[in-house]
């Protein structure tokens, strides 16, 4: 089982930064079959979207067109740890940001547009606030 903690939610106005981070944890040494991380995000009344995904096989990232050019995703030396850098924020970005783990298939943009649909490994999410 994958556990994965999210953090660096809060309120920023509109023009603002905020930085979150995805602590992964519980991946089997001897077994590694983790192939995607993405954030993904939760706002009132719509469906969670993928908004950027990385591949952990060959490291290629996958950004949603609303957030392309604004936020920058990243990971750490070792893998478990995962970073979603937010600029120029919009209220639009407001919601709950989850971080998923997909152990079954590959292919960051594929995940991310997807994965949303059946990813079982959750974390509990962190909110975000983009108003004035």
């Known amino acids: 089982q994958v556990q994965l903690v999210e953090s660096g939610g809060g309120q920023v106005q509109p023009g603002g930064s905020l930085r979150l981070s995805c602590a992964v944890s519980?991946?089997?040494?001897?077994?590694?079959?983790?192939?995607?991380i993405g954030w993904f995000r939760q706002a009132p009344g719509k469906e969670r979207e993928g908004v950027s995904c990385i591949s952990i096989t060959d490291g290629s990232t996958h950004y949603s067109d609303s957030v392309k050019g604004r936020f920058t995703l990243s990971r750490d030396n070792s893998a478990n740890m995962v970073f979603l850098q937010m600029n120029s924020m919009k209220p639009e970005d407001t919601g709950v940001y989850y971080c998923g783990a997909e152990l079954r298939v590959g292919g960051a943009q594929y995940v991310c547009t997807y994965g949303h649909r059946w990813i079982e490994d959750w974390g509990q999410g962190t909110r975000v606030t983009v108003s004035s």
């Open positions: 519980g991946i089997h040494p001897d077994f590694p079959d983790l192939y995607v």
